[in-house]
């Protein structure tokens, strides 16, 4: 069974840089497409990107964000991670990192990481 | 982007009562769709993908239909457990987006 946890500072000041770690055991990291997702507090969810092993070159990150996403592969470590850069309040939210065989539809969730911008 | 509606925003029903949930696209996402629960301080679970194919280990009351723009989820016989918000999510073009949420409550 795949199982994702993420990792990383949950309070990031306005400006900087979020950093955000997810770590996979049960499966191997090439074989899967990996996703970033997050929730606003009492808000729905909105996708921030994907990425896999065929898809390391040219991962697809949401428009919306205009172009502050980065999501990398680290295949010896069997970890992918999400920075985002010049956060504002409006990036607090939990964090989740997720992972699916089925084309972009998530089946496993790690158990969200909130991150909190704010000096 | 296309832009997923979802109704009711919430509905309360009492157990064993069958529940439908909707969500519209604004442009066609063929069977690209996929249907989660969110139950309090949990990570969403995936339900249906494929419009209409249970994921492994979702109970048989669960249930998907629909494609190009009108989908629905049927949840048959409501039970206790399934207090939570439900999303869709389409996957049929670019940038991946979800519904608003349905939240349903048990009377």
């Known amino acids: 069974q795949v199982q994702l946890q993420e990792s990383g500072p949950g309070l990031v000041k306005p400006s900087e840089t979020l950093s955000l770690t997810c770590t996979v055991s049960g499966g191997s990291i090439s074989s899967y497409f990996w996703g970033w997702i997050r929730q606003p507090p009492g808000k729905g969810l909105e996708y921030i990107g994907f990425i896999s092993h065929s898809h390391s070159e040219s991962p697809n990150y949401n428009p919306s964000l205009k172009g502050r996403v980065t999501m990398s592969l680290d295949t010896s470590e069997n970890q992918f991670s999400l920075k985002l850069n010049s956060v504002t309040a409006a990036d607090t939210a939990v964090y989740y990192c997720?992972?699916?065989?089925?084309?972009?539809?998530?089946?496993?969730w790690g158990q969200g990481a909130l991150v909190t911008v704010s000096s | 982007e296309t832009v997923m509606t979802q109704s009711p925003a919430s509905l309360s029903m009492s157990p064993g009562e069958r529940a439908t949930l909707s969500c519209r696209a604004s442009q066609n996402v063929n069977s690209n769709l996929a249907w989660y629960q969110q139950k309090p301080g949990q990570a969403p679970r995936l339900l249906i993908y494929g419009a209409s194919t249970r994921a492994t280990d979702i109970p048989a009351r669960f249930s998907g239909s629909g494609s190009g723009t009108e989908f629905t989820l049927t949840i048959s016989s409501l039970q206790s457990e399934d207090l939570a918000v439900y999303y869709c999510?389409?996957?049929?073009?670019?940038?991946?987006?979800f519904g608003g949420g349905t939240k349903v409550e048990i009377k």
């Open positions: 997720a992972g699916t065989r089925l084309w972009l539809s998530w089946s496993y």
């Open positions: 999510q389409q996957y049929g073009n670019w940038p991946l987006t």
